[in-house]
Nanobody
């Protein structure tokens, strides 16, 4: 059973940076890894994804140029570096894994494993 554990969330001010990390255990880590977020009253949305073993990264338009996803396959971790944070980035951020590595996907339902989430709050 694959387990994903996020860390690094917190309360920051607009313009600040934050780095989220997701540690995987119980599996091969041969997955497409993604980050999603969910704000109160809104649906969970795609933020970024990275292929296996990591040559391709895709981003939502809302974070392109500000967020960077990376992975360390030896440590079985995937990070999300978030710069120039805005109040609208406030949400619970989730790490997810998709075991079907042939095609990158941005759809919540396509991901097989999820972490418990970490809160990111950006004050204005």
């Amino acid at each position: 059973q694959v387990q994903l554990v996020e860390s690094g969330g917190g309360l920051v001010q607009a313009g600040d940076s934050l780095r989220l990390s997701c540690a995987a255990s119980g599996g091969t880590f041969k997955y497409i890894m993604g980050w999603f977020r969910q704000a109160p009253g809104k649906e969970r949305e795609f933020i970024a994804a990275i292929s296996w073993p990591g040559s391709r990264q895709d981003y939502a338009d809302s974070v392109k140029g500000r967020f960077t996803i990376s992975r360390d396959n030896t440590k079985k971790t995937v990070d999300l570096q978030m710069n120039s944070l805005k109040p609208e980035d406030t949400a619970v951020y989730y790490c997810a894994a998709d075991q079907h590595i042939a095609t990158m996907t941005y759809v919540v339902q396509d991901y097989d494993y999820w972490g418990q989430g970490t809160q990111v709050t950006v004050s204005s």
